[in-house]
């Protein structure tokens, strides 16, 4: 590999760790490659005491267990004519330079040591990084700017692991809209492959085969998707499954239920429920009119069963004590 690494570097070597500059005569360098943009540019340096060439490092790539230290070197190149002073810092709090601005001479290239320092706790798996390079000057890229990707493997058992999660399916108008969460539960990166899968009372109803995402999960990184179907039955109890994969060996599934009903369905026992509802309220109020009024013209009779005088009768005060069975017997 065109790197070295280190198991242990001590704060007092990177502290003193000095800025590599290489100014030789514009005769010695080799010519800048046909097509190059005009301006800085920063690069992996190439191995020590080599010429830059296109066969140098597009990126770094660097691979140790936790607590390792390793260290690399950046490359920066002032074609030029006049000196150009470079910001230099990382996207991640696992990479430190050894000095965060660098003048380059005209006609002049530059190397700048940085290290990688991978916690003793960190979980075996890639990661990804970048080293960026600001001026004021034109660089390559956008204005003023360039940045070279650093891919990191932490060695070490390596897990690979998935799950579906929060499924759940909504009707809307005359499709459905599937919506489930991915979770990376290993430790490493993943691009997962999903496949779903519906079935009703009377057998399938869809059958979508696996298909290859367009973005990768890092360890512990979930995501909110969605798929989209059309065409779902309008009156079925549906069980819909998906099932997610991952090289590795990663694997996992989830259900969810839907069931469809068109309107007509839901609303006519509703509506039946009511009125039948409203007929009984009638037919109670009609009954107590009657039994109320005394429009059959004979006696009422009282809870216990004795009868009782109509309108115009007179009672019989003993005769209605005896019959109910209360107050004080004679």
């Known amino acids: 590999m065109p790197f070295r690494t280190r198991t242990a570097v001590s704060g007092a070597i990177l502290a003193t760790a000095a800025v590599l500059l290489c100014p030789a005569a514009a005769a010695a360098r080799p010519a800048a490659a046909p097509g190059a943009p005009p301006g800085w540019s920063a690069a992996p340096a190439p191995a020590d005491g080599a010429a830059p060439s296109a066969q140098d490092r597009p990126y770094f790539y660097l691979a140790g267990a936790p607590g390792t230290v390793m260290n690399d070197r950046l490359?920066?190149?002032?074609?030029?004519?006049?000196?150009?002073?470079?910001?230099?810092?990382?996207?991640?709090?696992w990479l430190a330079f050894a000095a965060k601005e660098v003048t380059v001479p005209p006609r002049t290239r530059a190397t700048v040591p940085f290290t990688v320092t991978v916690p003793p706790d960190a979980v075996p798996g890639d990661r990804s990084a970048e080293l960026v390079a600001t001026t004021d000057g034109t660089g390559r890229g956008a204005a003023g700017r360039d940045a070279v990707p650093v891919h990191l493997r932490v060695t070490g058992p390596v897990l690979a692991a998935l799950t579906v999660e929060n499924v759940s399916v909504r009707g809307r108008g005359g499709a459905?809209?599937?919506?489930?969460?991915?979770?990376?539960?290993?430790?490493?990166?993943l691009t997962p492959r999903v496949a779903v899968r519906a079935d009703g009372l009377f057998g399938p109803v869809l059958r979508r085969a696996a298909r290859t995402l367009p973005d990768r999960l890092a360890p512990g990184q979930s995501a909110d998707l969605t798929e989209t179907w059309d065409g779902p039955p309008g009156?079925?109890?549906?069980?819909?499954?998906?099932?997610?994969?991952?090289?590795?060996?990663?694997?996992?599934?989830?259900?969810?239920?839907?069931?469809?009903?068109?309107?007509?369905?839901?609303?006519?026992?509703?509506?039946?429920?009511?009125?039948?509802?409203?007929?009984?309220?009638?037919?109670?109020?009609?009954?107590?009119?009657?039994?109320?009024?005394?429009?059959?013209?004979?006696?009422?009779?009282?809870?216990?069963?004795?009868?009782?005088?109509?309108?115009?009768?007179?009672?019989?005060?003993?005769?209605?004590?005896?019959?109910?069975g209360s107050g004080a017997r004679v």
Do not use: C, M
């Not at 490359?75 to 709090?93: C, D, F, H, I, K």
């Not at 459905?176 to 990166?189: D, E, F, K, S």
């Not at 216990?304 to 309108?311: F, H, Y």
């Open 75 to 93: 490359s920066l190149r002032n074609p030029g004519g006049r000196a150009v002073t470079v910001a230099l810092r990382g996207s991640g709090g």
């Open 235 to 324: 009156l079925d109890a549906v069980q819909v499954r998906l099932t997610a994969t991952a090289g590795g060996g990663a694997h996992g599934s989830a259900t969810a239920a839907y069931t469809a009903l068109p309107w007509g369905v839901v609303a006519g026992p509703a509506v039946l429920l009511a009125g039948a509802g409203g007929l009984v309220v009638v037919r109670r109020r009609r009954r107590t009119k009657g039994t109320g009024g005394g429009r059959g013209g004979g006696p009422v009779r009282g809870a216990a069963g004795a009868a009782r005088p109509s309108e115009g009768e007179v009672a019989d005060p003993a005769a209605e004590l005896a019959s109910t």
């Open 176 to 189: 459905a809209v599937i919506r489930y969460t991915l979770v990376n539960r290993g430790n490493t990166v």
